[in-house]
């Protein structure tokens, strides 16, 4: 077939796809907007929004939402509606039949009938997801509002609001089986760079569900959604997508259900929690007794320092933590100094503290956690300054440090007797890496710090120092598999959290964004994801050219100390072309732009002046950008 006959009939098959998939979508909707969803069954509602947004990434992927704004690139480009036409429209007219005959016949039973009253929500459909928390890009959000309109012009009854009278819910988990079975067999007839585009963008979405999600009921809703195991009364369709797809769309949701899990036990440890969950949402979300997960304080003589590190100021340590059975275990510790309350002092209490490190000592120690997350599993914290039995101790000597215990990696290629290694020191120590080893790490790290902030928790000391390896016995370290460290100024990104702010370190205000660097309460700004990301730019910078910030941009340490403004100006110097163009011409243009817009922030990330960072509506948008613009750009890079 010539070049011309053949773009002739892409797209002449894709414009008749175009027309069905608007049924499709109308038929969805309507079935989504339908009002009384039993309240144990909402998160049958929640699994078909998943299932519909999986429909819209794969008209997105294969371009025929593309033809709707009259784009016809991405068809002409593709072969799928030239090679695949006839399963192409056979699909989409089984997507549509689907929710028509489904409709009707639940309309006969009379379990579902129309709504009495009229209202705006079919043709707004921003208002729909709104209240359903889930979000919805504006680009599908336009595509759904022009066709619901489009409905409600060729039959006003058509497009009525749908009621449950009695919910089926056999029926509704047949329609879901059959409905993922037929967007399996869509994805698998698109080559496999698409199938993976798909794939991403499905995560992306999910995550953004994760973002508007808090309460404890919510989140169980989204676990039985991700987890659900339909078994549909019926034979159905066998899905031909390839096995390596189906195990990343199956891992992908797992993970996401243990992000979930892990919010949802953040989220129970908040004394202001005065709601008590029920036993099933317990045990769907593996939440035990939060109460005593929580109770993670050990006494310090069960620590044992080595003397010589112990006098030594440094941010960890290791150490032998003592057994209930008597035996010992290597650990190591991370330190979180502290300040006795004085009059006027503006930092949170020790009393506060305290409970903050008690709350991240229990999300760190909470199992399982994804590979992902990429932190130690924390056994628990002591108190350094604790009292002795007879309670002689000199007050004024007394230690003021909290330490944080972790448990050094279950894996037998590792050294069980050298220390971790930080970054910082690997960047003054060892020769530059491979390019590809800096992408790996760039991209673990910057995976890590979108899942902490997916569970709602600002980092605040991202920086070289606080990035560690573990050593082989041949003391070699893995640099796709780093574990992010100094949580010691960690806390949620709620509006309600006391700001722990961090002492004067100049060279650790190189690595933070100039607005959270002020100790004046009135001109600091309160601690957010985006500055984190800031952080987590500075980083990228050091990777690139495999050595400290300070010596990169030839700052004298000494100096900033008296000079702290020359801190302050390291933004506008990091974006300033030549640093921009040395990163490029070291690991790449994608990486230079990724970098760019983690220190840049602002529209860059979806955030506009007095957007409120703690509202899940704006933490979704970020999350989106963050992943699209920074991590799955990484992830793109071929060496």
């Not at 919910?167 to 059959?178: H, P």
């Not at 964004?513 to 050091?542: C, M, W």
Request: aromatic share 6%; glycine share 4%; charged share 25%.
């Amino acid at each position: 077939m010539d070049p011309v006959s053949a773009a002739g009939l892409a797209l002449g098959v894709a414009s008749i796809g175009l027309q069905i998939y608007t049924g499709c979508i109308q038929g969805i909707q309507l079935l989504i907007t339908a009002m009384n969803y039993p309240e144990d069954c909402e998160y049958l509602n929640l699994r078909l929004r998943m299932e519909q947004q999986r429909l819209f990434a794969w008209s997105e992927t294969s371009g025929l939402l593309d033809l709707d704004a009259k784009n016809q690139k991405k068809v002409l480009e593709s072969n799928t509606f030239v090679l695949h036409r006839q399963t192409v429209l056979d699909l989409l007219v089984q997507v549509q039949c689907l929710f028509r005959e489904f409709q009707d016949k639940q309309e006969r039973h009379r379990n579902l009938q129309t709504a009495g009253e009229q209202d705006d929500v079919l043709e707004r459909p921003e208002k729909d997801a709104a209240e359903a928390r889930f979000p919805l890009a504006a680009r599908r959000r336009d595509f759904i509002k022009k066709v619901m309109l489009s409905l409600r012009e060729s039959s006003k009854e058509a497009a009525t609001r749908l009621r449950w009278v009695s919910f089926d819910k056999v029926a509704f988990e047949t329609l879901l089986s059959r409905f993922a079975t037929l967007n399996d067999n869509m994805t698998d007839i698109l080559d496999a760079r698409l199938q993976v585009e798909i794939h991403h963008t499905v995560q992306d979405t999910n995550r953004g569900v994760l973002q508007l999600h808090h309460k404890i009921a919510d989140l169980g809703r989204l676990v039985m959604a991700l987890n659900v195991k339909l078994e549909a009364s019926v034979p159905t369709p066998v899905s031909h997508m390839s096995a390596s797809q189906k195990e990343a769309n199956a891992s992908g949701l797992q993970l996401l259900s243990q992000l979930a899990k892990f919010k949802a036990f953040n989220e129970s440890m908040e004394s202001e929690t005065k709601t008590p969950w029920d036993h099933a949402t317990a045990m769907c979300l593996g939440l035990g007794n939060p109460d005593e997960q929580k109770d993670l304080m050990i006494d310090r003589s069960m620590i044992k320092l080595d003397p010589a590190v112990d006098e030594a100021d440094l941010p960890r340590c290791e150490a032998l933590l003592t057994l209930p059975s008597g035996g010992e275990k290597r650990v190591w510790v991370e330190w979180k100094e502290y300040e006795r309350q004085k009059p006027d002092d503006s930092s949170p209490p020790k009393e506060v503290i305290i409970e903050r490190v008690r709350k991240l000592a229990a999300l760190l120690n909470h199992s399982p956690k994804p590979e992902a997350f990429r932190t130690p599993h924390c056994l628990g914290f002591f108190d350094k300054a604790s009292r002795s039995p007879d309670g002689e101790d000199d007050e004024d000597a007394l230690d003021l440090r909290l330490g944080l215990i972790f448990q050094r990696p279950l894996d037998e290629s590792l050294d069980a007797s050298l220390p971790p290694v930080s970054l910082r020191e690997l960047l003054v120590s060892v020769r530059r890496p491979r390019v590809t080893e800096r992408i790996k790490l760039a991209l673990a790290i910057s995976n890590c710090l979108l899942y902490l902030h997916a569970v709602n928790w600002l980092h605040k000391g991202l920086r070289s120092h606080n990035i560690v390896f573990f050593q082989t016995t041949k003391g070699q370290v893995d640099y796709s598999k780093p574990y992010l460290s100094g949580f010691d100024f960690s806390r949620p990104a709620r509006p309600e959290e006391m700001t722990d702010i961090p002492g004067d370190d100049a060279e650790f205000d190189l690595y933070r964004h100039p607005q959270a660097q002020s100790t004046n309460p009135g001109e600091r700004a309160r601690f957010k994801k985006s500055f984190d990301i800031y952080s987590l730019g500075v980083l990228l910078v050091e990777i690139a050219h495999w050595d400290t910030i300070d010596r990169i941009l030839r700052i004298n340490l000494s100096i900033v100390r008296s000079r702290p403004s020359i801190a302050l100006r390291l933004k506008s110097s990091l974006l300033g072309p030549d640093m921009m163009a040395a990163i490029g011409a070291a690991v790449g243009e994608v990486y230079e732009k990724a970098t760019q817009i983690c220190i840049s922030g602002g529209p860059s990330l979806g955030l506009e002046d007095g957007d409120d960072e703690t509202d899940g509506a704006v933490a979704a948008r970020l999350s989106m950008a963050f992943y699209e613009n920074v991590v799955k750009e990484l992830e793109s890079v071929r060496v």
